[in-house]
């Protein structure tokens, strides 16, 4: 690299820093420094002498420039800055007017007349034919933002992108033919992939508007097939719950006598005092066992229906009860007939909701009576037991407290505690 090059690039390099407005944010020393590298990486693959490989680098550091002044024309700006700098340099006049003219053959819709012409507008669009070239085309369509030249949409872009690669730009020198060409064409196939993604994308958007007006059109339909699909679920959840909270009691009643019992039973013969607080306790816990097993049996119905029923549209057949009994043809014959008629599946559906809420109705009445005989039985047997050793001054209390903790040993946590407490 010869001084002056040195000092055009230090010259540079300061000048963008100081004088570049913050808006260009592409053609900034970034890109110059590109240009540059490409510049002379096809001077080093060609037969350029030394004096034109120069020429070359000067005017690859000096092209853009202008843009401390202005967009438009930044190429004589360029051109101009390039004549005052190097004239301060006691560069020849032959130098000075080759940088001019490689600079002035960057205009884009420029014909290159010699071979530093072909050079510098291969090296200035170098990225074309690069990995970074959606990096540098992402921050050139940004500089037009910014700039307010044009605001293009991420689609408009590429299809301006898809353009210029195809259409408006070509490589002049056989280095960029061979090296830089094959890059251009992957570029330029991504481009097209991507935009053949945009527009199927775009496609599905408006099908899906499409039937998104059509159902919108038909939201009487879909507010009510919403309305039975959530009243439905909701009372199907509902008797899940109503199913598990009857199950904990029967567990818990279940493992009281099955447990406690057996430890009590054994103290009765020396401890008399306690039969009668035992038997209300064992009343109470098998009231709740058997009513909690009253809330969770199943009713079974006929499972049959006839042909009547159906065309009567007086059975059904969303619930197994009405059908388990029926053959499969004359099962599917029934259902061919409900699904033909949309009248007939909301009156069953109806029918589904009405029967399930009579079953819940029925669940939780029971289930909070069995909650209430199981809260008044720990009540009443709490009282029962405590009257009962108030009544014994000869009790033992150590006896007691062994027996309580020999039960919470053997019982899991909750229901230890709940009946020690209970002692």
Same mark, same amino acid.
């Given at each position: ?6 000092k ?8 963008l820093?100081n004088?570049?407005? &913050? ?10 420094? %590109? ?18 490989a120069?020429?070359? *680098?000067?005017?690859?550091l ?9 967009? #438009?024309?930044? *190429? ?13 340099e ?7 007017? $080759? ?9 884009f ?11 510098? %507008?291969?090296?200035?669009c ?7 070239f ?16 044009? &605001? ?15 259409k ?5 020198t056989?280095?960029?033919l061979?090296?830089? @060409?094959? %890059? ?15 527009k199927?994308?775009?496609k ?8 998104k ?11 009510? @097939? ?6 439905l ?5 509902l ?8 199950n904990?009691? !029967? ?17 009765? #013969? ?15 816990s098998?009231?709740? /066992?058997? /009513? ?9 119905t ?23 009994k ?6 599917e ?6 699904? $033909? ?17 009579l ?23 709490l ?27 053997? !019982? ?12």
């Amino acid at each position: 690299m010869s001084k002056l090059v040195e000092k055009t690039e230090a010259f540079v390099f300061d000048l963008l820093k100081n004088e570049l407005p &913050n808006t260009i944010v592409y053609h900034n020393h970034t890109h110059t420094l %590109r240009v540059f590298k490409s510049t002379k990486e096809i001077i080093e693959n060609s037969k350029i002498d030394v004096n034109d490989a120069e020429i070359l *680098e000067l005017a690859a550091l000096l092209h853009d420039v202008g843009y401390t002044q202005t967009r #438009d024309g930044h *190429e004589v700006v360029s051109a101009k800055i390039a004549r005052d700098f190097l004239t301060s340099e006691n560069a020849s006049e032959s130098l000075i007017k $080759s940088v001019e003219n490689c600079i002035l053959a960057t205009q884009f819709d420029a014909q290159p007349q010699n071979e530093l012409e072909k050079i510098i %507008r291969d090296a200035d669009c170098s990225h074309f034919g690069k990995k970074y070239f959606p990096e540098a085309s992402e921050f050139l369509r940004k500089e037009l933002e910014l700039s307010g030249i044009a &605001n293009y949409t991420p689609s408009e872009w590429l299809d301006e992108n898809i353009k210029v690669l195809s259409k408006k730009h070509k490589y002049h020198t056989d280095y960029a033919l061979k090296n830089w @060409q094959s %890059r251009k064409e992957k570029n330029l196939a991504k481009l097209i992939k991507t935009k053949k993604k945009q527009k199927t994308k775009i496609k599905n958007e408006e099908l899906k508007a499409k039937y998104k007006a059509q159902y919108k059109n038909e939201s009487p339909e879909r507010a009510i @097939q919403s309305f039975y699909r959530t009243a439905l679920k909701n009372h199907i959840k509902l008797s899940d719950i109503a199913d598990t909270k009857a199950n904990i009691l !029967l567990s818990v009643n279940a493992i009281i006598i099955s447990v406690v019992l057996a430890n009590l039973i054994s103290k009765l #013969d020396t401890n008399p005092y306690l039969i009668w607080p035992t038997v209300i306790f064992t009343l109470f816990s098998v009231i709740s /066992m058997v /009513m909690s097993i009253i809330a969770t049996r199943p009713n079974v119905t006929s499972g049959q229906f006839t042909k009547e029923d159906v065309k009567n549209k007086e059975v059904n057949l969303t619930f197994f009860g009405n059908f388990h009994k029926m053959g499969l043809k004359e099962f599917e014959w029934a259902i061919n007939e409900m699904i $033909s008629d949309k009248e007939y599946i909301y009156k069953s559906l109806t029918k589904d909701l009405y029967f399930l809420g009579l079953v819940l109705e029925r669940k939780y009445r029971l289930l909070r009576i069995t909650y209430t005989v199981f809260m008044i039985g720990i009540i009443v047997s709490l009282l029962a037991f405590g009257i009962a050793v108030k009544n014994n001054p000869g009790v033992n209390i150590q006896d007691v407290l062994n027996t309580s903790t020999h039960i919470q040993s053997v !019982l899991p946590n909750g229901v230890a505690n709940t009946f020690v407490a209970m002692l």
